[in-house]
């Protein structure tokens, strides 16, 4: 009889690596956005959540601007989604989107 070894899976000991990237939307003036911007600041918001794109460690509106930073594993994917979403809502033209930190995570 032949017996059958079944190998554990490998352990995965590289750290994981997370990246920070921010997101920040502008729009004319310092005050407060409009009802419509604020409104596809808000789209903007949920379909990154929806999206699964990372953890919203941080977002706030005025200004001038609306600074969204996002903690994910995959910052082009990141990227990529705020790239879509921005495109979808046409506020891409007043966007900029940097991976701006690395963490490391044992």
Same mark, same amino acid.
């Given at each position: ?28 003036? @310092? *005050? /407060?956005?409009?009802?419509?911007? !604020?409104?596809k600041?808000?789209?903007? +918001?949920a379909?990154?959540? !929806?999206? $699964?794109? *990372? ?6 509106? *005025?200004g001038?601007?609306? $600074? ?17 979403? /921005? ?7 007043? @966007? @900029? ?5 690395? +963490?490391?995570? $044992?």
């Amino acid at each position: 009889m032949i017996s059958k070894r079944i190998a554990a899976a490998p352990v995965n000991t590289r750290p994981v690596v997370r990246q920070k990237v921010h997101i920040r939307i502008t729009y004319a003036g @310092t *005050g /407060a956005p409009t009802r419509v911007l !604020h409104g596809k600041f808000l789209q903007f +918001e949920a379909g990154m959540l !929806h999206e $699964d794109s *990372g953890t919203i460690e941080k977002s706030s509106l *005025g200004g001038g601007a609306m $600074d969204i930073y996002v903690s994910t594993t995959a910052a082009q994917s990141t990227s990529e989604m705020a790239w879509r979403l /921005a495109n979808q809502l046409g506020i891409s033209a007043n @966007t @900029t989107v940097k991976t701006v930190r690395r +963490e490391t995570e $044992d």
